[in-house]
Nanobody, 123 residues
Framework: QVQLVESGGDYVQPGGSLRLSCVVSGFTLDYYAIGWFRQTPEEEREGVSC????????YYADSVKGRFTISRDNAKNMAYLQMHSLKPEDTGVYYCAASYGNRYCTRHEYDYWGQGTQVTVSS
């Protein structure tokens, strides 16, 4: 069965860094797009960063450009989101998602989802 498991969320001070990891099982990652999405009580789940399969193109929300980096290691069936210079508005539950082929970065395009990991940025 397909399963995605996120980890790495934590409580950090503004300006800190975190690295989120996503482990994929049940299929090989090579041909799947991967996305990171954030959800808060005030906002619906939205795309933070996504990376395509075959062409390797990436997407970043304007609010995280220059601070976050998405990457993937197909041999290990893992994906990552490196987060620097964290701000309070980065707080939320972060979800890893996967979909076959190349995709954009909207939640409606993704078929498989992890359980989420909490990121809290606060003094």
């Amino acid at each position: 069965q397909v399963q995605l498991v996120e980890s790495g969320g934590d409580y950090v001070q503004p300006g800190g860094s975190l690295r989120l990891s996503c482990v994929v099982s049940g299929f090989t990652l090579d041909y799947y797009a991967i996305g990171w999405f954030r959800q808060t009580p005030e906002e619906e789940r939205e795309g933070v960063s996504c990376i395509n399969s075959s062409d390797g193109r990436t997407y970043y929300a304007d609010s995280v450009k220059g601070r976050f980096t998405i990457s993937r290691d197909n041999a290990k069936n893992m994906a990552y989101l490196q987060m620097h210079s964290l701000k309070p508005e980065d707080t939320g539950v972060y979800y890893c998602a996967a979909s076959y082929g190349n995709r954009y970065c909207t939640r409606h395009e993704y078929d498989y989802w992890g359980q989420g990991t909490q990121v809290t940025v606060s003094s």
